[in-house]
């Protein structure tokens, strides 16, 4: 069974009501919802994996996709990107990139007679970062200025990155040999983690019925994958996921959850201010997806997972017990008191 974290909200888009302004609002999620629709004819069992990465671009924050190989992770960045009319590039993470392969370099031109800029594939919309956890700290840095400021600086220039620009960075959660750990300040950069296990048995009938009818994992268009959004409507929706209100009550509420997981005797660091403010944008996204004006708490509650579980480090007694920062990430929510 998927386990992003997102399961509570994997279910198709529902609940949405047009308030007396908000017409274009809800034109906007259900193409949303559509752009869902195109996904899952290239990609099967994976509706909490879209779900997060549209959360993330509304969000306009970075994913970190965890999950063995095999499981559409790479299909589910590019399918997506299709069904956005997105641009992406994809990189082979690997001990000997540079960070010039993913920002750009300085060349020389011989025909020009003069030095110039050229573009790493970090100018893109989509940046698909494969397995980052395979090359070294210097080259994982290189992305951090990308990621947060959203522009790369090389010989003293800082040129802009396109927008949209988020990085969705995968990894292998069971090989370790040969990999680096990414630096927890590269963490704290990406807005959601979500995981990926295995299809179900159902599942994984109908992506082997697909193979069996001739389905081409390189041919999005083949597939019927077409693009339903584009930049200009996505900033739309982001613009109108900025104006999600949010109560004093349910402030406090992120506030608390986020003082719990500094305080647990089995956490080594808790969450920070930086990720309080990343569980309200992504509860403002998803508060938004669902037709709501305003962030409940169990919009709260339903991201607290994917937001938070990258961001809490156990102490080295409690990893020794098998301790998982999920079950403790969970145990806070039912400890935590919930504003009415």
Request: net charge negative; charged share 20%; glycine share 6%.
């Amino acid at each position: 069974m998927t386990d992003t974290g997102l399961d509570n909200v994997a279910a198709p888009l529902r609940g949405m009501h047009e308030s007396i302004d908000a017409a274009s609002a809800a034109e906007l999620r259900q193409a949303l919802a559509r752009v869902r629709a195109e996904v899952g004819k290239a990609v099967v069992g994976q509706d909490a994996a879209v779900t997060g990465l549209i959360i993330a671009l509304l969000a306009r924050g970075h994913v970190l996709l965890e999950g063995v190989p095999g499981v559409a992770k790479t299909l589910l960045v590019r399918s997506l990107s299709a069904a956005l009319n997105l641009q992406t590039h994809r990189v082979q993470f690997t001990p000997d990139l540079m960070p010039g392969d993913v920002t750009g370099s300085i060349v020389y031109d011989v025909k020009a007679g003069e030095f110039e800029f050229r573009e790493g594939p970090v100018f893109t919309n989509i940046l698909l970062a494969d397995e980052i956890n395979r090359t070294p700290p210097k080259t994982q840095s290189a992305l951090l200025e990308a990621m947060e400021e959203r522009q790369v600086s090389v010989d003293g220039v800082s040129r802009p990155l396109p927008d949209p620009f988020i990085v969705a960075a995968t990894q292998n959660p069971v090989e370790y040999e040969g990999t680096y750990s990414l630096p927890e300040a590269q963490l704290d950069r990406f807005l959601l983690k979500l995981v990926l296990d295995l299809p179900e048995r159902d599942s994984e009938i109908e992506v082997l019925r697909r193979h069996a009818a001739g389905f081409d994992p390189r041919d999005l268009a083949g597939a019927g994958v077409t693009a339903v959004l584009d930049a200009g409507k996505l900033a739309a929706a982001q613009a109108s996921v900025a104006s999600v209100g949010v109560s004093a009550d349910v402030l406090a509420y992120v506030v608390d959850l986020a003082r719990a997981t500094r305080t647990s005797p089995s956490v080594k660091l808790g969450v920070s201010p930086r990720g309080t403010t990343a569980l309200l944008a992504s509860a403002k996204a998803w508060a938004w997806l669902s037709g709501y004006d305003s962030i409940t708490p169990d919009h709260v509650q339903a991201m607290l997972l994917p937001v938070w579980r990258h961001r809490v480090q156990l102490r080295p007694e409690a990893e020794l017990e098998g301790v998982a920062v999920d079950a403790i990430l969970r145990s806070i929510v039912q400890q935590v008191q919930v504003p009415i």
